[in-house]
């Protein structure tokens, strides 16, 4: 009855009743359910049936607070199971996270070590690069020199070229200075011509070592930033106050390269800048074996040219000295002849006399009288003696002819034997005073030159 009464109350709240408290208590081993359709009939008959559709049994409730029981119990053991995976879990994620962790400092040491190696072998790259370019430099400045001191010797060879074009036409000839000086004037164009196109060679090699040596200084200066940003990240921990979240920064960026494609970008800078190092000591090497040879060359020819210069001007010498001779003995032949002459003028003089004294004798006797015209002895003497005094005289004629053509062809020699003596001390002056005094500007080496 008094369920009764609690069911009375009970339609006066909407909700259900809450059941009183009891004592905690093992749960009951099997709980008997009752069907609603075998409740056992109220025998207060149809005036309480609004009265028992509102109400639940007493099994009802027993079941439903076993129910809860039983929901309130498995709560519990899932909640202590889940605090025991829990704290499983956090200790579990916990030494994980630690391991990750220490496995990528380890991983991030690893690569300081790997960005260092490259790092210091791009440095190494890079120093010996600028040195070799600095090497090269001063090799290309050698080639400027040395082309610089070119010039003194093709000015002499070409001065020595126009001052003998002003010889006098009997000694303008190609003889072998002629020769000498054009092969030489030849071999210094040959040389001016190829150390040009080795400094213009050293340039392009310069520019080459320079655009490497850039290449391997910005590999170098992204070795240095990128081991800076790793090596920042190895001091990161749990306790930095610098850390926090960025949601974006696991995802790979689309540009970025693998551990090969890094380390063979680095490989093939090195190795490109190893290959402009060789090619730049080659160059070094060919530039050294060309001013060396180039100035040999130079040397060489230079004194096959003063050779045929002095034996030139021994030439001109003997053949002056020669024609002075020469020109003596033609003096004394003229001063002999001239003489001669005089001799014959005076001789032909003397038998004009005789002739004269002869003819008037013959005709002083052609006056005699009568019968004293006679050819007697002495008209037949004198007769004779005129013929041999015309002969004689005759005779000297000639020879005082010939003399006098003598004495003409003596006064042209002489006249010639002096024009050419003058061609040759001409001669001898361009070859000797003007060329080869000339000649000792010539600088003496051309690879001591490239170094001043």
């Known amino acids: 009855r008094s ?26 081993a099997k709980i008997c359910d009752v069907v609603r359709s075998e409740r056992p009939r109220s025998c207060c ?15 009802e409730w027993h079941r439903r607070n076993a ?13 202590e199971r889940g605090r025991t ?57 050698r080639l400027e020199r040395a082309l610089d001191a070119t010039e003194v010797p093709y000015t002499v060879v070409i001065d020595n070229l126009e001052c003998r074009e002003r010889r006098q036409p009997p000694d303008l000839v190609i ?19 190829l150390l040009k196109r080795t400094i213009i060679q050293a340039t392009t090699q310069i ?75 080659q160059l070094r090497s060919l530039i050294n074996n060309i001013i060396h040879d180039a100035s040999e060359d130079l040397r060489m020819q230079r004194a096959t040219v003063n050779e045929a210069f002095d034996s030139h001007c021994q030439q001109l010498d003997d053949a002056k000295c020669r024609l002075e001779q020469h020109l003596q003995q033609i ?43 006679c050819r007697d002895e002495p008209q037949f003497r004198l007769v004779s003696e005129v013929e041999e005094l015309t002969v004689f005289l005759e005779a000297l004629k000639r020879k005082l002819m010939e003399s006098e053509q003598n004495l003409k062809n003596l006064e042209e020699t002489r006249m010639k034997l002096e024009k050419e003596i003058a061609v040759k001390a001409n001669s001898i002056f361009i070859d000797r005073q003007k060329c080869v005094s000339l000649r000792v500007r010539y600088p003496v080496d051309l690879e001591v030159a490239s170094y001043k």
């Open 3 to 28: 369920g009764g009464s609690g069911g009375g109350s009970a339609m006066a709240q909407p909700d259900e009743p809450q059941p009183t408290a009891v004592p905690s208590c093992p749960l009951p």
């Open 45 to 59: 008959g149809m005036a309480m049936a609004g009265f028992r559709t509102a109400k639940y049994q007493l099994p």
């Open 67 to 79: 129910g809860v029981y039983y929901k309130a119990l498995t709560a519990s053991e899932e909640s």
């Open 85 to 141: 995976e829990a704290k499983h879990l956090v200790k579990h994620a916990a030494a994980s996270a630690q391991r990750a962790q220490e496995y990528s400092k380890t991983t991030l040491g690893q690569r300081l070590q790997d960005i260092h190696f490259w790092r210091v072998e791009l440095q190494k790259e890079i120093m010996e690069l600028d040195a070799e370019t600095n090497l090269l430099a001063a090799q290309k400045l």
């Open 175 to 193: 003889d072998e200075v002629e020769r000498q000086l054009l092969k030489e004037a030849d071999l210094i164009r040959d040389i001016r011509d």
């Open 207 to 281: 520019r080459s070592n320079r655009i490497q040596k850039e290449n391997c200084e910005l590999d170098w200066s992204d070795k240095v930033e990128t081991y800076h940003i790793d090596d920042k990240c190895v001091s990161y921990c749990t306790d930095s106050t610098n850390v926090q979240f960025h949601p974006s920064s696991f995802k790979f960026e689309e540009n970025a390269s693998t551990p090969k494609s890094w380390a063979q970008f680095s490989h093939d800078n090195i190795s490109s800048a190893e290959q402009e190092k060789l090619a730049s000591v």
């Open 331 to 373: 003096l004394k032949d003229i001063g002999d002849e001239e003489a001669n002459i005089v001799n014959l003028k005076k001789a032909i003089r003397d038998k004009e006399a005789h002739l004269k004294v002869a003819h008037t004798r013959l005709y002083d006797r052609s006056f005699r009288p009568n019968i004293e015209l």
